[in-house]
């Protein structure tokens, strides 16, 4: 089982619409949690950080469930520019830290 | 803004050449980072670095070293490039362990 696991997609929606994005996670020393953008042959942005309270930014918002060990990504009024992969990110600690990238998830924002 | 930067955005190198990939940071983060990314696989963590001079080994890091020198500055190196190695090069850098990386544009290398 990965350790960080994502529906890849891809999500094809219209614009306007509302999207959203689950990503779970299988280890409990999970301490931080991330989204991160990356356009096609881009580097991956950051594009939040997820706090256990939930989190705007604007359209999107980012939701933490530690029970149940995932971290979700709503986005809304999508835009065109909204097209890109979002990826999941999680710091676990052990000992030091350890950073762990999702797959991604690939979103299509259609006219 | 963090603003993370690297020698080359494209690179083309012969088989067996010693290729250095050069990443800088202007945020004085104690931490940086290597990954290459290659389709179908994600993100894989060549090396990183928590300090000056020090580095710690990755998922992935047969055929490559590091040097951190200095605080702003992480190179990579391919001893010997192999055609195995034709891949994005990211580097990151983060300000403490447990908070966002910030990548740099990237490095693709080709190695014919």
């Known amino acids: 089982r990965k350790e960080v696991e994502q529906d890849p997609g891809p999500f094809n929606v219209p614009e306007g619409a509302t999207v959203a994005f689950n990503c779970t996670y299988s280890n409990s020393a999970s301490q931080s949690f991330f989204w991160y953008r990356q356009d096609c042959r881009k580097e991956p942005k950051l594009l939040m950080s997820?706090?256990?309270s939930g989190n705007e930014d604007g359209r999107f918002t980012a939701q933490l469930n530690r029970a149940s060990q995932y971290i979700s990504l709503l986005i809304r009024d999508s835009k065109l520019s909204d097209s890109a992969t979002y990826l999941c990110?999680?710091?676990?600690?052990?000992?030091?830290?350890?950073?762990?990238f999702g797959a991604g998830t690939r979103l299509f924002v259609k006219a | 803004d963090v603003k993370v930067t690297q020698s080359s955005r494209y690179l083309v190198k012969r088989t067996g050449e010693k290729v250095f990939l050069e990443c800088v940071q202007d945020?004085?983060?104690?931490?940086m980072f290597w990954y290459r990314q290659d389709p179908g696989l994600g993100l894989r963590l060549i090396y990183f670095s928590y300090d000056v001079k020090m580095k710690e080994k990755g998922d992935i890091p047969e055929g490559y070293s590091v040097s951190r020198e200095k605080k702003e500055r992480f190179s990579l190196i391919l001893e010997s490039a192999s055609t195995n190695q034709t891949s994005m090069y990211l580097c990151?850098?983060?300000?403490?362990?447990?908070?966002?990386?910030?990548f740099g544009p990237g490095t693709r290398l080709t190695v014919t």
């Open positions: 990151a850098s983060q300000i403490t362990p447990g908070y966002g990386q910030y």
């Open positions: 990110v999680v710091n676990i600690r052990t000992g030091g830290f350890k950073t762990i």
């Open positions: 945020m004085d983060h104690e931490n």
């Open positions: 997820v706090y256990s």
